[in-house]
């Protein structure tokens, strides 16, 4: 440990601790400087934004006082380094405060300065500086660490796919499909949009999706991205014939053969194979060998979720054979992934009810992602014809002075997300549940504002 001056001084010149803290910290302690650090750390670090309660120094941030280099270890540039996060086959991912934008920071450090894994970080700095989206983090920025390359990400807090999953199978429990099935529309989202840029992942895998604490998804690690365009000099990369890329679990029979040819569909498999983890807690083929591994993929034996999970969705559980066809034809595309989702998510929306001798229509008011889409619309369209047969069928037998009393009685309620349902009279919606009614667009947006 450095001795308590020399101390004080190194940790203010990182703006890791004010003087202020550092001198109400001492005097409470007196010349034990140990005492001062551990009274520091159990305060609010001076730079914390309001509300956020962070301790002044992390138990990591004490360790590395503890070696010569601690001032390299600490400080890189505007990043205050906080605590070491993660590691993975390239490089460490440390959580960091960037003091001059103010803002939370995951700070990726190649591990080895080698000449391929060097072009290949810079290519995923690269990728990443070309996204904007909201299920995939974001990148700041490469910069130059100690002699080795760092990229300065987005900080999503959170845990894992894989570890909350793991943790519920502990535990005896597992995931709802509808919990799932919304997660897996952030995910293709995320994956609609790498592939609209003509970017590959190849590396989709439950430990690079973490869950955030409001329940929304984030897409990680571009790693071993790829760009599908040949005439991109990015896509030449450094990835030789006959390599094999990405996680065996979860990848495609087309992925080991080469990695440099594969699509958007691998993409595709490998989220089918995470969803399958999701809800068995074990990737959809189980090998002890490499060899095993290529069989089962190569016969096309593709497990069903409900052998394990009963209570998942019989439409999902075919959406997952789809995902994990043999042949990269049949999965399908991200577009379509999105609306055959939105509509398994939608489908309980629409249902017609009797209460007492009224009977009530409950439609969807509230789209998710993808419920722009025509196939939304087509489905919301169905739902107000068959409200349109219950009215008619229940007005039919009535005589005309009943038919205008029963009108006021019937009632449509319009549900806007999974709590809130607003009840609306029948003279505002009754001319669009005719029988054979066209949905307008006037009409869908009268009902998304509710």
């Known amino acids: 440990m450095i001795v308590a001056a020399p101390l004080r001084d190194l940790l203010i010149r990182l703006d890791a601790v004010?003087?202020?803290?550092?001198?109400?910290?001492?005097?409470?302690?007196?010349?034990?400087?140990?005492?001062?650090?551990?009274?520091?750390?159990?305060?609010?670090?001076?730079?914390?934004?309001?509300g956020v309660d962070f301790p002044g120094l992390t138990a990591w941030q004490l360790q590395q006082l503890d070696k010569p280099d601690a001032e390299r270890r600490?400080?890189?540039?505007?990043?205050?380094?906080?605590?070491?996060?993660?590691?993975?086959?390239?490089?460490?991912?440390?959580?960091?405060?960037?003091?001059?934008?103010?803002?939370?920071?995951?700070?990726?450090?190649?591990r080895s300065d080698s000449k391929e894994k060097r072009v290949r970080?810079?290519?995923?700095?690269?990728?990443?500086?070309?996204?904007?989206?909201?299920?995939?983090?974001?990148?700041?920025?490469?910069?130059?660490?100690?002699?080795?390359?760092?990229?300065?990400?987005?900080?999503?807090?959170?845990?894992?796919?894989?570890?909350?999953?793991?943790r519920l199978k502990k535990a005896g429990k597992g995931l709802g499909w509808r919990q799932v099935a919304r997660w897996a529309l952030d995910a293709v989202d995320a994956l609609e949009h790498l592939h609209s840029r003509e970017i590959v992942h190849r590396d989709v895998k439950?430990?690079?999706?973490?869950?955030?604490?409001?329940?929304?998804?984030?897409?990680?690690?571009?790693?071993?991205?790829?760009?599908?365009?040949?005439?991109?000099?990015?896509?030449?990369?450094?990835?030789?014939?006959?390599?094999?890329?990405?996680?065996?679990?979860?990848?495609?029979?087309?992925q080991w053969d080469d990695g440099r040819a594969v699509t958007a569909a691998a993409d595709l498999y490998a989220l089918g194979a995470?969803?399958?983890?999701?809800?068995?807690?074990?990737?959809?083929?189980?090998?002890?060998?490499?060899?095993?591994?290529?069989?089962?993929?190569?016969?096309?034996?593709?497990?069903?979720?409900?052998?394990?999970?009963?209570?998942?969705?019989?439409?999902?559980?075919?959406?997952?054979q789809t995902l994990l066809a043999r042949e990269p034809s049949e999965r399908g595309t991200a577009r379509d992934l999105k609306w055959r989702i939105g509509r398994l998510l939608n489908e309980s929306s629409i249902s017609i009810t009797a209460k007492g001798d009224a009977p009530t229509a409950t439609l969807a008011a509230k789209p998710t992602q993808c419920?722009?889409?025509?196939?939304?619309?087509?489905?919301?369209?169905?739902?107000?014809?068959?409200?349109?047969?219950?009215?008619?069928?229940?007005?039919?037998?009535?005589?005309?002075?009943?038919?205008?009393?029963?009108?006021?009685?019937?009632?449509?309620?319009?549900?806007?997300?999974?709590?809130h349902v607003r009840r609306l009279p029948w003279r505002d919606v009754g001319r669009w549940l005719t029988t054979g009614a066209a949905l307008t667009a006037a009409t869908v947006a009268c009902l998304t504002r509710l």
């Not at 409470?28 to 750390?41: C, E, F, M, N, S």
């Open 18 to 50: 004010s003087p202020a803290q550092w001198d109400s910290a001492a005097e409470l302690a007196g010349d034990d400087h140990t005492a001062t650090l551990r009274i520091i750390a159990a305060r609010r670090a001076w730079w914390a934004p309001d």
């Open 74 to 110: 600490l400080r890189w540039g505007s990043l205050l380094v906080l605590d070491r996060i993660g590691e993975g086959g390239m490089g460490v991912v440390y959580r960091g405060w960037d003091l001059a934008e103010r803002r939370w920071v995951a700070i990726k450090r190649l």
């Open 121 to 166: 970080f810079r290519r995923e700095a690269d990728l990443l500086s070309r996204l904007d989206h909201p299920s995939i983090a974001r990148c700041f920025g490469l910069v130059r660490v100690d002699g080795f390359d760092a990229i300065v990400m987005e900080y999503v807090p959170g845990q894992t796919l894989y570890s909350k999953v793991m």
């Open 206 to 254: 439950p430990g690079n999706i973490m869950i955030r604490p409001d329940g929304r998804l984030k897409l990680l690690d571009l790693g071993l991205a790829k760009l599908t365009r040949i005439d991109d000099p990015m896509a030449r990369g450094v990835t030789v014939q006959g390599q094999v890329l990405g996680t065996c679990d979860y990848m495609p029979l087309e």
């Open 274 to 320: 995470t969803l399958h983890f999701a809800f068995t807690g074990e990737p959809p083929h189980r090998a002890v060998t490499g060899y095993q591994l290529l069989q089962s993929l190569g016969r096309g034996d593709t497990p069903t979720v409900r052998d394990r999970r009963p209570d998942v969705s019989a439409a999902f559980d075919e959406l997952l």
């Open 371 to 419: 419920d722009q889409s025509p196939r939304w619309i087509d489905r919301l369209a169905d739902g107000l014809r068959r409200a349109g047969r219950a009215w008619d069928d229940w007005l039919s037998p009535a005589s005309p002075a009943t038919r205008v009393a029963r009108r006021e009685r019937f009632i449509v309620r319009c549900r806007r997300g999974a709590d």
